[in-house]
């Protein structure tokens, strides 16, 4: 027990560190980054929803320098074609042979950069590679990094030119994080930076340093999965999840998935709490971000104003909280 406890404390204390490098970029998203740092811990993939000039793209450039891992981003546009995103076989003249000529989903983190400009086609091309950590080009399989993970970025406001993502493709993604504008201090603090003569395009300069490598990552994956969850907290889970189901509110409730992904998600927010056991408040912190895109409203509900987020939180109040 006492080996776990000391896991626990070192994912914990990697998180600070990485929070700590973030810092000297990216003023504030406290919340966003949290969750970013969740996934990483799970294994999943985020989808982050804000309007331009938020720090969306700054944050991802930032955190593949913190934890030294190859960073491409792919700048999604209607003509996009798949071999774009994962590449393709191109004859080799001297040795008669193909050689694969790799795209940029061969990499460690991956920013898929207004994901819903481009056509389904080409959308599905993250498919694999989000689900199974490999792609298949030509009919052969090839394997992706250990640590291979998908921030993608969306618009919430332009729809002229966009292909909204499916449920299969929005279903991949482990959370749905909203970017907010910042606070007025933070916006203040970060207007203060760039008079003092920071710029975003130049990283180097920031002092932004790597603090994790990709084993330790795996290991603080390993450490998160070993959190204690006890039999009531996993019922609740279930319960939370399976009543999106039974609301008529909604055409569509959250899939298994969902509750997988709250199960795994739970783990690591209490690693990097430090604490080897899940609580309730673990579940309440991290329901939106799972569930909200998971869940389709009936054409009145949203005539009426009712919103994904306020749908959890109606069943956040609904489902018993299980007595710690």
């Given at each position: ?128 590679a989000m689900q199974e950590r490999r792609v298949t080009i030509d ?90 969850v006890e039999q009531p907290i996993v019922e609740y889970i279930a ?86």
């Amino acid at each position: 027990m006492e080996e776990a406890t000391v896991n626990f404390n070192a994912v914990s204390d990697a998180a600070d560190k990485i929070r700590t490098e973030l810092a000297k970029v990216v003023v504030g998203q406290r919340d966003v980054i949290d969750q970013i740092l969740v996934a990483l811990l799970s294994g999943g993939h985020v989808l982050l929803e804000g309007v331009p000039g938020i720090a969306k793209t700054l944050i991802a450039r930032t955190l593949a320098l913190t934890i030294s891992a190859d960073f491409n981003r792919i700048q999604f546009t209607p003509d996009l074609m798949p071999s774009d995103v994962l590449g393709t076989n191109v004859f080799d003249p001297s040795t008669g042979k193909f050689n694969l000529r790799k795209g940029p989903i061969f990499t460690g983190l991956l920013l898929a950069d207004e994901i819903n400009r481009t056509p389904p086609k080409t959308q599905a091309a993250l498919l694999e590679a989000m689900q199974e950590r490999r792609v298949t080009i030509d009919g052969e399989e090839h394997q992706l990094e250990p640590v291979f993970t998908v921030l993608a970025t969306q618009n919430p406001i332009e729809y002229e030119g966009t292909y909204p993502l499916p449920e299969a493709q929005l279903d991949r993604f482990m959370f749905k994080t909203i970017v907010p504008y910042p606070a007025l201090d933070t916006e203040v603090g970060m207007l203060t930076r760039y008079n003092e003569g920071f710029r975003s395009v130049d990283l180097e300069q920031t002092g932004v340093a790597p603090v994790i490598d990709a084993q330790t990552l795996l290991q603080a994956r390993s450490a998160a999965a070993s959190i204690r969850v006890e039999q009531p907290i996993v019922e609740y889970i279930a319960k939370l999840v399976r009543r999106t189901r039974e609301n008529r509110s909604l055409v569509l409730g959250a899939s298994p998935r969902a509750s997988i992904y709250l199960l795994l998600g739970s783990k690591a927010l209490a690693a990097l709490n430090g604490r080897g056991f899940v609580i309730p408040d673990d579940i309440k912190q991290l329901a939106a971000p799972v569930l909200r895109h998971r869940l389709i409203l009936r054409p009145e509900a949203e005539i009426e104003g009712l919103t994904p987020d306020r749908v959890v939180e109606s069943t956040l109040a609904e489902v018993e909280v299980p007595r710690q």
